[in-house]
């Protein structure tokens, strides 16, 4: 119990700070019927998140991969004050190119239908194919 009001007052801190981010498009929603996050809803539906030519990074990590990589155009990131607070480096880069949605784990998971410990989700539009040449030659890593 003592943990969960120390995680809520964590959280809770974050909401209040979250006008500090100015190089940050932060967009709190506290309400599930919210319009501005309606792209999350059905996002369980895995063919009509492909017809709207988007795919779900789901988790801190892929979300930063995601965002590292300039051949991806996410148009929005849904997140908790955590993952807000982990991935703040990364979102300072690029978090002005599109709306971060910051939201408590219930309306998270009210909204998305997921249950999601994560707490950390973007859609991505789904980048143009690049021809296997390209991909061995951007191969970070490769040896000759």
């Given at each position: 119990?003592?943990?969960?009001?120390?995680l809520m007052s964590v959280e809770?801190?974050?909401?209040?700070?979250?006008?500090?981010?100015?190089?940050?498009?932060?967009?709190?929603?506290?309400?599930?019927?919210?319009?501005?996050?309606?792209?999350?809803?059905?996002?369980?539906?895995?063919?009509?998140?492909?017809?709207?030519?988007?795919?779900?990074?789901?988790?801190?990590?892929?979300?930063?991969?995601?965002?590292?990589?300039?051949?991806?155009?996410?148009?929005?990131?849904?997140?908790?004050?955590?993952?807000l607070h982990a991935l703040r480096?990364?979102?300072?880069?690029?978090?002005?190119?599109?709306?971060?949605?910051?939201?408590?784990?219930?309306?998270?998971?009210?909204?998305?239908?997921?249950?999601?410990?994560?707490?950390?989700?973007?859609?991505?539009?789904?980048?143009?194919?690049?021809?296997?040449?390209?991909?061995?030659?951007?191969?970070?890593?490769?040896?000759?």
């Amino acid at each position: 119990m003592a943990r969960t009001s120390a995680l809520m007052s964590v959280e809770a801190q974050w909401y209040r700070n979250v006008a500090c981010l100015p190089s940050m498009n932060v967009i709190t929603v506290s309400d599930l019927h919210d319009t501005r996050i309606a792209a999350y809803r059905n996002i369980t539906d895995a063919e009509l998140v492909r017809r709207r030519g988007l795919f779900i990074a789901e988790g801190r990590l892929i979300v930063e991969r995601v965002l590292a990589d300039r051949r991806c155009r996410v148009e929005s990131l849904m997140m908790n004050a955590a993952s807000l607070h982990a991935l703040r480096p990364v979102l300072e880069t690029r978090a002005a190119e599109m709306p971060v949605f910051l939201c408590d784990t219930a309306v998270f998971a009210g909204v998305t239908g997921l249950n999601l410990h994560r707490g950390c989700l973007a859609l991505v539009r789904v980048p143009s194919a690049i021809s296997w040449r390209e991909a061995v030659t951007r191969q970070p890593g490769r040896r000759a």
